[in-house]
């Protein structure tokens, strides 16, 4: 099922989504394995790239899951994986998702600031997030990277105070 720019959609087991072209964008999957995953592909015009811009699409995914896919005892086991080659949503994405209750540990955020877009696969039933990155430069070659070969933010966090 294909996901285009400012766009959402949710698949059943068995289903899988694909999106294309994420650069000033960012991509967003939401998956409660077993049971529902969602795909967005979110432009820079919005709300998670500034307060003023105009759509809020995690704001509704989010609310269509409390509202119709889960019990809100449910939101612990939701998987987050955030797909981007910049930076500049990141930390809104992740105030928005800890004010709906999600934790660092159920995200995962796959950035490669050496891609020039994504495509991403987003297997529903397995969970499965695969991301294929074009490159910058024509003659080098395309990189892919799985979610599930990234850390979640809960552990990035945990290694990073233990540090200090």
């Known amino acids: ?10 698949a059943a087991p068995g289903e899988i989504l694909e999106t294309r072209g994420v ?10 394995p077993g049971r529902f995953g969602y795909l967005a592909h979110i432009s820079p015009r919005d709300k998670i790239y500034g307060p003023e811009n105009l759509t809020h ?17 449910e939101i612990p086991a939701l998987q987050f994986v955030v797909i981007a080659n ?20 159920q995200i995962r955020f796959l950035y490669n600031p050496d891609g020039r877009y994504a495509s991403v ?6 969970n499965a997030v695969l991301v294929e990155w074009t490159p910058q430069e024509p003659l080098r070659q395309h990189q892919c990277q799985h979610a599930s070969d990234a850390e979640d933010l809960g552990t990035v966090a945990e290694k990073i105070f233990q540090y200090r």
């Open 86 to 105: 910049h930076l500049n949503s990141i930390s809104n994405i992740l105030e928005r998702l800890v004010s709906y209750g999600v934790r660092l540990s």
């Open 23 to 32: 650069s000033t964008c960012t991509a967003i999957t939401v998956c409660l």
């Open 1 to 10: 099922i294909k996901v285009d720019i400012d766009e959402y959609k949710r």
């Open 57 to 73: 699409l995690l704001k509704h995914i989010i609310l269509k899951i409390q509202y119709f896919d889960i019990h809100l005892n």
């Open 121 to 126: 696969s987003f297997d529903c039933a397995a």
